[in-house]
């Protein structure tokens, strides 16, 4: 794993990632979602549960139909979860086992701990509550609902089937819900204050998510297209798809994952997350480079030393053009670079967690794919070098960028290992 980078402080522990897993619209494991991008498929769909929504004018979603929630756990150890949160469950447990440490004494130290989160809990029992203030009749509301609702319930919820004993960091921060995630997770360790921790962050597919964009007139309404309706950077794009999925990664102490034989995966380099400070909706190209900026500098490394980097990348208009410019002004032309999110629509609190841990799955692979649908860069988009079709690319080290409502952003520095 060689030594620290110039400009990092020695005495700090090294972060690496023993254990990754994750569930999309286009499969739960690499081979799998690899397989249907060289297809050029996309995991978007047209969502006939939508038809009734007369005033909802987008019909697509990036849709997980083969992952059966109600399945998974026995009625004891899933009734406390929603959707959203056995997806976060489910990802926390398979990366666990990935790492050797699921059922591990360690886990109950009081030094594994998690940081997680999603843009909201599972919206299905707000129905209910709303239900109680309209009528006064509390039908369909019990003693989890509150629990499955809540913006916490995938840090909780995993942190119960888990057993861990440490600290817990929720973060329910939108689009940057799994990028924070993670992130925090690093400084935890880093800092001394953790020797595991669950990073990552989840989202569940529902019209509530989708209605927030359509009032703004940010979704996609290519209704007859849905394979080819999100196309970031594009020319011809006319708005986001909303997705769901999760994924989780397992961080841990170097010396602690070297002690004890595990199989390192990648190594977290650098983080950074600040606040545009001026527009709740409205992005802005100073910050997000700032931002970039003080993860390499918290990595220790200068911008010519990044050979990859992934994209937020929303397919919306203003957003693409702010995230484009301001990448440009940190990275220049040279770096190739693509957004997943033509692939799995816009997956909220998930999609920084998804986009980390396949960009080390591609890292350690070698193969990384375009950007979907990219097929006439828009002129206004102009400078990074995107990733037009798929490539074998021997990259070493990449930046995972996602940028949130509120004026949220962040920056992942990941290096191979």
């Known amino acids: 794993m060689g030594g620290f980078a110039d400009g990092r402080a020695g005495l700090m522990p090294r972060v690496v990632v023993t254990g990754m897993a994750g569930v999309t619209s286009l499969g739960a494991d690499w081979p799998t979602i690899k397989a249907a991008m060289q297809a050029g498929r996309t995991g978007i769909r047209y969502m006939t549960e939508w038809d009734r929504l007369d005033d909802l004018r987008t019909r697509l979603g990036g849709a997980i139909d083969d992952f059966d929630d109600t399945a998974i756990y026995p009625r004891k150890k899933g009734r406390s979860m929603g959707r959203v949160g056995v997806m976060a469950v489910h990802a926390a447990e398979k990366a666990l086992e990935q790492a050797l440490l699921l059922e591990d004494p360690l886990l109950r130290s009081g030094r594994a701990g998690v940081a997680f989160g999603s843009s909201y809990g599972s919206t299905a029992p707000t129905r209910d509550f709303v239900h109680f203030m309209e009528t006064g009749k509390a039908i369909g509301l019990n003693a989890t609902s509150y629990i499955r609702m809540m913006s916490h319930t995938t840090a909780v919820n995993i942190g119960v089937a888990c057993g861990l004993t440490g600290r817990i960091i929720t973060t329910s921060s939108a689009c940057t819900s799994g990028s924070q995630g993670i992130g925090y997770a690093f400084e935890a360790i880093r800092s001394g204050k953790a020797d595991i921790m669950i990073g990552g962050g989840a989202e569940e597919l529902c019209p509530t998510m989708a209605v927030v964009f359509d009032t703004l007139f940010a979704t996609s309404t290519s209704n007859d297209s849905p394979q080819t309706a999100s196309r970031p950077f594009d020319r011809d794009r006319n708005g986001l798809v909303i997705g769901e999925g999760a994924a989780a990664l397992v961080l841990e102490n170097a010396g602690l994952a070297r002690a004890r034989g595990a199989t390192v995966l990648a190594e977290i380099l650098g983080f950074s997350t600040n606040s545009d400070g001026a527009h709740i909706t409205r992005p802005a190209a100073a910050t997000q480079a700032t931002v970039q900026r003080l993860a390499l500098e918290d ?13 937020h990348g929303t397919a919306t208009d203003e957003g693409d053009v702010v995230e484009a410019r301001s990448t440009r002004t940190v990275f220049g032309d040279r770096i190739p670079l693509h957004s997943l999110k033509g692939h799995f629509g816009h997956t909220l609190g998930a999609c920084g967690a998804i986009e980390a841990w396949l960009a080390i799955e591609m890292m350690r692979d070698g193969w990384f794919p375009p950007t979907a649908n990219l097929d006439h860069v828009d002129p206004l988009c102009a400078g ?11 990259v070493a080290t990449l930046v995972s960028n996602n940028f949130a409502f509120g004026g949220i952003n962040t920056s992942l520095v990941i290096r191979r290992c």
């Open 299 to 311: 990595a220790g490394i200068e911008a010519d030393q990044v050979q990859f980097i992934s994209a």
């Open 384 to 394: 990074p070098n995107y990733l037009r079709s798929g490539q074998q690319l021997d």
